[in-house]
């Protein structure tokens, strides 16, 4: 196999390794952003505060536990806790 072509290959096998991590990134990032609005939903249009952003990206692991309980710390209330942090596990 000449040089040049084994330079193309492994690029272009690059090139789809990386975009199709691209194009999962963004599944990801809307996740934590639909738990983000549900509670600024239940805030009636304030924006949500830096711990419970943070708490939807505990939620993005799975963590659901931690995730609700960050976000009651923030004074959201149970239900919309849970429902978040499902959005954001999705």
């Known amino acids: 196999m000449r040089t040049s072509t084994r ?15 691209a194009l999962t990134a963004p599944a990801a990032h809307a996740d934590v952003n639909t738990c983000i609005n549900q509670v600024e939903r239940e805030l009636r249009g304030g924006e949500a505060p830096e711990a419970v952003r943070a708490a939807c ?20 209330t149970h239900a919309t806790a849970v429902t978040a942090c499902r959005a954001a596990a999705q």
Do not use: M, P, Q, R
Not at 59 to 68: F, H, I, N, R, Y
């Open 57 to 76: 990206y505990v939620g993005l692991s799975g963590a659901d536990d931690e995730c609700v309980a960050g976000l009651a710390e923030s004074n959201v």
């Open 7 to 21: 330079i193309a290959s492994v690029l272009t096998g690059l090139t789809l390794a990386f975009g199709g991590a």
